[in-house]
């Protein structure tokens, strides 16, 4: 169990999957520069997280930005949409008649990945919300804007495995302040901190004059 002034933020999750230098980046070093899909997730993001937009239907009400955190895993953050839908398995919720169960909405920005970075970002989210509220969340989803596409996860055992161990890595990274080697793939053109990242010098020791050479030889083509 870790203590509260320990917590990480939940949402680095997911930085920490894709590429552990851009999150030690932002989650150590503390640094940050938007780019045109940071800002465009920042407006996907905008109606889901404004806690003054009620919603509510006879058998169902969202809740935004609801913050939750997790002793066991040590992360805190806030939630984009929990949907509570009326079941008899549910829990109390203060002002509403009945039992409630909640589930997860996380909106994002593009498409769904070939890879798990969305996905373990939303099943921490989950196990931070059964610790909070004290219930089981079998499964949530993941809502995409570019396709309009809302995806369900079942939240199972495997990946709440799997989110444990990547938040042990995080924690043990963070503590000790290592901000992590670079790993230069096809994707670091589109990460807004490519310029504090500096991938391709970063990556391994380089001959100055050589990476100089190169880099001016591609300005002139």
Not at 69 to 95: C, H, M, Q, R, Y
Not at 190 to 209: A, F, H, Y
Request: glycine share 4%.
């Amino acid at each position: 169990m870790y203590e509260e002034d320990d917590y990480l933020m939940l949402s680095g999750i997911q930085h920490f999957y894709f590429c552990r230098r851009q999150w030690s980046l932002i989650h150590v070093e503390q640094q940050w520069q938007d780019n045109r899909w940071t800002a465009e997730g920042q407006i996907v993001h905008e109606k889901a997280d404004n806690p003054y937009i009620k919603e509510k239907r006879k058998n169902h009400f969202l809740s935004r930005a609801m913050p939750v955190s997790s002793p066991s895993l040590g992360l805190a953050g806030i939630l984009d949409v929990v949907e509570f839908s009326k079941n008899e398995t549910g829990i109390s919720v203060e002002g509403k008649k009945g039992k409630w169960q909640p589930t997860i909405v996380e909106f994002k920005r593009g498409k769904e990945k070939k890879d798990n970075r969305d996905i373990v970002q939303l099943v921490a989210q989950a196990m931070c919300l059964e610790e909070t509220l004290d219930i089981q969340v079998p499964y949530a989803y993941l809502y995409y804007h570019q396709t309009n596409k809302k995806v369900k996860i079942s939240i199972s055992d495997e990946l709440k495995h799997e989110v444990h161990d990547l938040t042990e890595q995080m924690h043990e990274i963070y503590n000790q302040r290592i901000t992590t080697e670079a790993e230069f793939h096809k994707n670091c053109k589109e990460c807004s901190l490519i310029d504090i990242c500096m991938p391709r010098l970063t990556k391994k020791r380089v001959n100055i004059n050589s990476y100089m050479y190169n880099h001016l030889y591609e300005d002139l083509i």
